[in-house]
């Protein structure tokens, strides 16, 4: 099919356009995408943290020296926090039982195990068995022992294992409300574009309309005629 030259000036500059606006726009979302998820990973691991310091060795078991009913963010009515320990906890029980859950999650519910260390630990996504989106982070890990008699309780080879999630609902939304934006702006400024880039093709696509015109009006008796001399330098030898 044959084009105009208008045509494909248009067509070229609209692909175009619309690329770089593909590509911006992912680019902004991937950037934005990593500074939101580095800050929700950095609450994980504070949080983490703040819990193993009511975790400490007392000989050959571990106590836990908080309790999560004076956690609001575990304890509200709608909890969007969960942790759960594994380790030799007493809990006022001699068999000691080797788990301790929050009471946000459902009863027996577990959590993910997946464990990596204090200085590198790991994050993932998941799902509780409700269907709510979480992200959690696992650290596994020698507690400290208790100050009075560190020496006697402290055991090198007793680990707890410790993961604590958030439910990542508003974080999912959050993207996707910054999706939706970028996605509005790039489609606005692409259909910008394509009314302006007519437009201004057509302004600058003059002269050689002009030209046109005038050598299709020429014939046998019309051979003196001249074209006009105000035009662009490419067609001037035509001209």
Same mark, same amino acid.
């Given at each position: ?8 000036? !248009? ?5 175009? !356009? &619309? ?21 929700? #990973? ?17 000989? $050959? ?6 309790? #999560? ?7 509200? $009515? ?8 594994? &380790?030799?906890? *007493?809990? #006022? $029980? /001699?068999?000691? *039982? @080797? ?8 009863? =027996?519910? =577990? ?9 590198? /630990? ?7 068995? %409700? ?11 020698? /507690?400290?022992? %208790? ?5 006697? =309780? ?15 609902? @508003? ?19 692409? &259909? !910008? ?13 003059? *002269? ?8 299709? !009006?020429? #014939?046998?008796?019309?051979?003196? =005629? ?5 035009? *662009?330098? @490419?067609?001037? /030898?035509?001209?």
């Amino acid at each position: 099919m044959n084009f105009s030259i208008k045509t494909k000036l !248009a067509l070229t500059l609209l692909t175009l !356009a &619309a690329l770089f606006m593909a590509g911006g726009g992912w680019l902004v979302y991937r950037q934005i995408w990593t500074s939101f998820h580095e800050a929700f #990973d950095e609450r994980l691991r504070l949080q983490a943290l703040s819990l193993t310091t009511g975790i400490k060795q007392e000989r $050959d078991y571990v106590d836990v020296i908080f309790s #999560d009913r004076y956690l609001r963010e575990y304890d509200d $009515d709608s909890p969007s926090w969960f942790f759960q320990i594994w &380790a030799p906890l *007493p809990l #006022d $029980d /001699p068999e000691k *039982p @080797e788990t301790m859950r929050s009471e946000s999650l459902r009863k =027996n519910e =577990n959590l993910p195990k997946r464990f990596g260390t204090m200085e590198s /630990p790991v994050y993932w996504d998941f799902e509780l068995s %409700d269907g709510r989106p979480c992200r959690g982070i696992g650290l596994r890990y020698v /507690p400290h022992a %208790d100050g009075h008699d560190r020496k006697r =309780n402290f055991d090198p080879d007793l680990h707890v294992e410790l993961v604590v999630a958030q439910d990542r609902s @508003e974080l999912e939304d959050s993207l996707s409300a910054v999706a939706r934006s970028i996605g509005i702006t790039c489609g606005t400024g692409l &259909a !910008a574009t394509m009314l302006v880039v007519p437009f201004v093709l057509t302004r600058l696509l003059r *002269p050689l309309r002009l030209v046109s015109r005038q050598a299709e !009006a020429i #014939d046998a008796d019309t051979l003196s =005629n001249r074209f006009e001399t105000g035009v *662009p330098p @490419e067609i001037r /030898p035509i001209c």
